[in-house]
């Protein structure tokens, strides 16, 4: 059984338009969130993380929200670039994000039209 | 600094043959991971080394699959004798411990045909 979920295959968003991408998960053991970007041919690439401790985390374009009790987590890109269009998998640890695995979701495809 | 170093990018192998990949991490990162992505679908955790030692083997499928990382350095994942499900993109990623993620290698497609 899944324990992160991504249930949205691919998304499609304008250039300048904000992308919500969400990711739910079933363990309340997880207690660090990641997000990672994929371009073909390429290793996941670290976007960005958040503890279970806070409930937003913001670098640049990118946000990361946690809604622990409904137990969701969503990033936005605002504004959405066509450099921007890659795999987008969310990622969940209950080891801090520093050590152990991690447990990845099926990632979301992102196309960000001009 | 170089990244995480993975070989070989492509290989395609028969139903019972042997392939080794190998992983070259981040210099002086003691932690290296060792995941797998069949076609499609998620990354899945297969194992975690603290230098030479395997600190988490659990998601290792069977007793086909062995990780070698002697003297701490890069390390090696064997599959003997290879299956057609085996099949799939294998990534390594090395960490120093701290809060920021694991770095990827762009991995290796593996095709057992």
């Known amino acids: 059984d899944q324990q992160v979920k991504q249930n949205s295959p691919s998304l499609s968003v304008q250039e300048g338009r904000i992308s919500i991408l969400n990711c739910d998960y079933t363990?309340?053991?997880?207690?660090?969130f990641l997000w990672y970007k994929k371009y073909p041919a390429e290793g996941p690439t670290f976007l960005i993380s958040i503890s279970s401790i806070k409930d937003k985390n913001e670098d640049g374009r990118f946000t990361v929200f946690l809604n622990k009790s409904a137990k969701h987590l969503s990033l936005h890109i605002v504004p959405s670039q066509p450099g921007d269009s890659a795999v987008y998998f969310c990622?969940?640890?209950?080891?801090?994000?520093?050590?152990?695995?991690?447990?990845f979701g099926k990632g979301t495809k992102l196309s960000v039209k001009p | 600094e170089a990244g995480v170093t993975q070989f070989p990018s492509h290989s395609v192998i028969e139903k019972g043959q042997t392939v080794t990949l190998r992983c070259d991490p981040i210099?002086?990162?003691?932690?290296l991971y060792w995941y797998r992505r069949v076609m499609g679908k998620e990354i899945k955790f297969l194992l975690h080394?603290?230098?030479?030692?395997?600190?988490?083997e659990s998601g290792m499928p069977n007793n086909r699959f062995l990780a070698e990382r002697t003297g701490g350095t890069y390390s090696t994942l064997k599959v003997q004798p290879a299956e057609l499900e085996d099949s799939g993109v294998y990534f390594c990623a090395s960490s120093q411990g701290m809060n920021y993620g694991y770095t990827f290698g762009s991995g290796t497609r593996l095709t057992v045909v």
């Open positions: 363990n309340s053991m997880f207690d660090y």
């Open positions: 080394f603290v230098k030479e030692s395997k600190q988490d």
């Open positions: 210099s002086g990162h003691d932690n």
């Open positions: 990622a969940a640890s209950a080891h801090g994000g520093s050590q152990g695995n991690l447990i």
